[in-house]
């Protein structure tokens, strides 16, 4: 397979690359260039925080990545209540719960993710609602979401973060650093599996586990 048959709808105008349509490859070279310079698709991709009247953007984002990331893993009911629970308005509440981050391709929102303390803990964190559009998945998106997140203060100030992962999306924990909460790798009874990042030095000064948030 030539590189340019790996990603026929590759929109870099640089068609005499040899990185051309091959992602991984030009991701890689970009990585490793002197100049840092962002790839093609990469350029118009930004980061901020949520505000007021992003709601409905983000909803439809959660509900779009539900139906079609998520379908495979759950059962068509299961999809129906979680899509139910991502209406406009409790985007909009969760947001003000949380500290909440957007990203954007231009001004087109492609994905969320948030990070709030755990059962109102000051010392543990949780994330909520991390989603990628189902066609910019595959592209860093979502790490750089939890680079986001994991910048914030509530992440800086916890001893440990939790997250309920999707049956989908543990690979994508797990490669970020998360791992299995209490060595549990199977879903609890609301479907989802819980992970952590221990903040090890925090955690030796004998921060303690609070809250039980399941
Ligand atoms: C899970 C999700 C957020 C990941 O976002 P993404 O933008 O596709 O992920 P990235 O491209 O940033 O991937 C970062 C790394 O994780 C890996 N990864 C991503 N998803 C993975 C998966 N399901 N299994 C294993 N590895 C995965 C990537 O290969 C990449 O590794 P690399 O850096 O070595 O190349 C996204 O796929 C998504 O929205 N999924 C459906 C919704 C969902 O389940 N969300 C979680 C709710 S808790």
Redesign the pocket.
């Known amino acids: 397979m030539t590189a340019t048959e790996n990603n026929l709808s590759c929109p870099c105008k640089k068609k005499s690359c040899p990185c051309h349509g091959d992602c991984?490859a030009c991701r890689r070279h970009h990585a490793e260039s002197k100049h840092k310079r962002p790839v093609y698709c990469d350029k118009k991709i930004s980061f901020r925080k949520f505000r007021k009247g992003d709601e409905f953007a983000v909803s439809d984002v959660i509900v779009t990545?539900?139906a079609v990331?998520?379908s495979s893993d759950y059962s068509p009911e299961f999809i129906a209540e979680n899509i139910k629970s991502h209406s406009p308005q409790v985007v909009a509440s969760r947001a003000d719960e949380s500290h909440f981050y957007i990203a954007l391709d231009g001004k087109k929102i492609i994905?969320c993710g948030g990070i709030t303390g755990y059962w109102g803990s000051k010392t543990e964190s949780y994330?909520v609602?991390?989603?990628?559009l189902p066609e910019?998945?595959?592209?860093?998106?979502?790490?750089?979401?939890i680079e986001a997140l994991e910048a914030d203060e509530y992440f800086l100030r916890a001893w440990r973060t939790e997250?309920?992962?999707?049956l989908?999306?543990?690979?994508?924990y797990?490669?970020?650093g998360y791992k299995y909460k209490n060595g549990l790798t199977s879903p609890d009874s609301s479907g989802?599996v819980r992970l952590e990042k221990i903040n090890e030095e925090k955690a030796s000064v004998g921060v303690q586990r609070q809250g039980c948030r399941q």
């Open positions: 991984k990545t539900l990331s998520n994905g994330l609602s991390v989603f990628i910019y998945q595959g592209r860093a998106v979502g790490r750089r979401i997250v309920g992962s999707s989908t999306a543990v690979g994508f797990l490669k970020m989802v």
